[in-house]
T-cell receptor
Framework: DSGVTQTPKHLITATGQRVTLRCSPR?????VYWYQQSLDQGLQFLIQ???????AKGNILERFSAQQFPDLHSELNLSSLELGDSALYFC?????????????FGPGTRLLVL | GENVEQHPSTLSVQEGDSAVIKCTYS??????FPWYKQELGKRPQLIID?????GEKKDQRIAVTLNKTAKHFSLHITETQPEDSAVYFC?????????FGTGTRLKVLA
């Protein structure tokens, strides 16, 4: 157990809908990262938050947004869902935001868009 | 843009043999290189990492080597066991984010 928690574990929804994925970082970690992993694919970096502020952006679609709250948990919002958005969504956390920080991954949320 | 190439994409070895996975990164500013193991449907788990000021690091049966000049790093697993079967991802840290390789599916045959 990495100490990073994610809810829900599974999510099934329909095209056009909106969902929210939640992540709680390890105690003491200030940075949260979101990744998307499609079937049999690698991990695509979406976005990073550090202490409540957006720090880095990757290949995140405009239909997707995220935020980090004062208690440091983070939410990833996916809207106007398409079939291709079906994937495993992982969050990871690290103590700070340095380039040599180890990231610890949560168990992931499996999203299925029908 | 930043890129990490990982080879091979699949690797089958006999139990007890060694396995080597290689990664090449494009940005010389990368300074941290973690390796993750991911079992089917599970989260990636850190198994070993190396920083740019170190050439080699070992942890029991696992070792990682880094060649900054050539911009490549490798994972070595010795005396492989069936429980080593998984997908392995390398990553290169650039600024604040990781760039992951495409993964290597390792199968250890009993």
């Amino acid at each position: 157990d990495s100490g990073v928690t994610q809810t829900p574990k599974h999510l099934i929804t329909a095209t056009g809908q909106r969902v929210t994925l939640r992540c709680s970082p390890r105690s003491g970690d200030l940075s949260v990262y979101w990744y998307q992993q499609s079937l049999d694919q690698g991990l695509q970096f979406l976005i990073q938050y550090y202490n409540g502020e957006e720090r880095a952006k990757g290949n995140i679609l405009e239909r997707f947004s995220a935020q980090q709250f004062p208690d440091l948990h983070s939410e990833l919002n996916l809207s106007s869902l398409e079939l291709g958005d079906s994937a495993l969504y992982f969050c990871a956390s690290s103590v700070s935001s340095g380039s040599q920080e180890t990231q610890y991954f949560g168990p992931g949320t499996r999203l299925l868009v029908l | 843009g930043e890129n990490v190439e990982q080879h091979p994409s699949t690797l089958s070895v006999q139990e007890g043999d060694s396995a080597v996975i290689k990664c090449t990164y494009s940005d010389s500013a990368s300074n941290y290189f973690p390796w993750y193991k991911q079992e089917l449907g599970k989260r990636p788990q850190l198994i070993i990492d190396i920083r740019s000021n170190v050439g080699e690091k070992k942890d029991q049966r696992i070792a990682v080597t880094l060649n900054k000049t050539a911009k490549h790093f490798s994972l070595h697993i010795t005396e492989t066991q069936p429980e080593d079967s998984a997908v392995y991802f390398c990553a290169a840290s650039l600024d604040t984010k990781y760039i992951f390789g495409t993964g290597t599916r390792l199968k250890v045959l009993a």
